[in-house]
């Protein structure tokens, strides 16, 4: 798989203009009403391998939620005779 640089080294600009650059986008592949599924699929992956994108590793999940960690706020507002129009 061919990669013209490293994926960490790009900011959102620089895969903006590379987007621009290559002339294609995700949107019109997605939207290309000729191509199957499986064709949108690959296409999609050899836009990203163009691009020089990579597979991001999943961050670490956050620990079990306890109970403690639960702070409910409940306000309750009544208005006397409002003519509103909600």
């Given at each position: 798989?061919?990669?013209?640089?490293?994926?960490?080294?790009?900011?959102a600009a620089e895969v903006a203009q590379a987007v621009q650059?290559?002339?294609?986008?995700?949107?019109h592949l997605l939207n290309d009403g000729a191509l199957t599924e499986d064709d949108k699929a690959s296409q999609?992956?050899?836009?990203?391998d163009r691009l020089g994108l990579a597979r991001q590793p999943a961050p670490q999940p956050l620990p079990p939620i306890e109970p403690d960690d639960i702070h409910l706020i409940c306000w309750t507002v009544i208005l006397p005779g409002c003519d509103c129009d909600f």
């Open positions: 798989m061919h990669r013209p640089w490293p994926a960490s080294s790009l900011g650059a290559a002339g294609v986008t995700a949107d999609l992956l050899a836009l990203a």
